[in-house]
């Protein structure tokens, strides 16, 4: 799981690392509003 992880292209990681970003702050301010 881990050796799949580091495998991956770091562009790769920080796009799925910007989409998780993005939602998690999409769901904060839904939650706070």
């Not at 799949?4 to 790769?12: E, V």
């Not at 993005?22 to 839904?30: D, K, Y």
Request: charged letters at 10%.
């Amino acid at each position: 799981m881990v050796e799949q992880l580091f495998s991956l292209p770091t562009a790769q990681l920080r796009a799925i690392g910007g989409v998780t970003l993005v939602l998690g702050a999409i769901a904060l301010w839904v939650v706070r509003h």
